[in-house]
């Protein structure tokens, strides 16, 4: 996984055929689970990532509603 992290992305479809031009899997049911992992550990991965942004954004947004209020109470 690490040496063609860059490969793999989010679609299973797209993983399984990479995963076959990578490795050596000759059990079609472990393909599918190897193929499975890794979509759903990037998918996890994107969407941790995409949280860290928002909340990373949101301190922001409180902090001008925060300006904007005490400055309609002035």
Known sequence: ???YKGKFGIDFKQNKK???EVAVVRSKGLKNEIA???TSH???DLEEQQEKESLALQPEHVEETEEMEEQLVS
């Open 18 to 20: 990479i995963l076959d």
């Open 42 to 44: 990037l998918r996890r």
């Open 36 to 38: 499975g992992y890794i």
């Open 1 to 3: 996984m690490d040496a």
